[in-house]
Nanobody
Framework: QLQLVESGGGLVQPGGSLRLSCVASGFSLDYYAIGWFRQAPGKEREAVKCISHNGGATTYADSVKGRFTISRDNARNTVYLEMNSLKPEDTAVYYC?????????????????????WGKGTLVTVSS
């Protein structure tokens, strides 16, 4: 069974850091692009970053530039989202998703079908 499982979410104070993990089971991530998305309460889902199968990164959300880093460890079948200088507006459920195509363009990433497999999400709460 193909599955993506996110972990690493939690409660953190403003200015703090978290590292989210996305682990794949049932398939190898080696040839997949992996994206991180988030959905805040009452808001639409937002694409955050994507990493291609060869490690190239794409940033969709301007608000995370310079603060979030995406990386992958194919040996561990895992993709990470390192989040620093967290702000209350980063509070959301964070999802990872996989596609066997390239990272979607900004124009296409909003379409749910741009990714093939989705995890169930992990909650990040930034609050004092």
């Amino acid at each position: 069974q193909l599955q993506l499982v996110e972990s690493g979410g939690g409660l953190v104070q403003p200015g703090g850091s978290l590292r989210l993990s996305c682990v794949a089971s049932g398939f190898s991530l080696d040839y997949y692009a992996i994206g991180w998305f988030r959905q805040a309460p009452g808001k639409e889902r937002e694409a955050v970053k994507c990493i291609s199968h060869n490690g190239g990164a794409t940033t969709y959300a301007d608000s995370v530039k310079g603060r979030f880093t995406i990386s992958r460890d194919n040996a561990r079948n895992t993709v990470y989202l390192e989040m620093n200088s967290l702000k209350p507006e980063d509070t959301a459920v964070y999802y990872c998703a996989a596609t066997d195509r390239m990272c979607p363009t900004r124009q296409l990433v909003a379409d749910y079908s741009a990714m093939d497999y989705w995890g169930k999400g992990t909650l990040v709460t930034v609050s004092s």
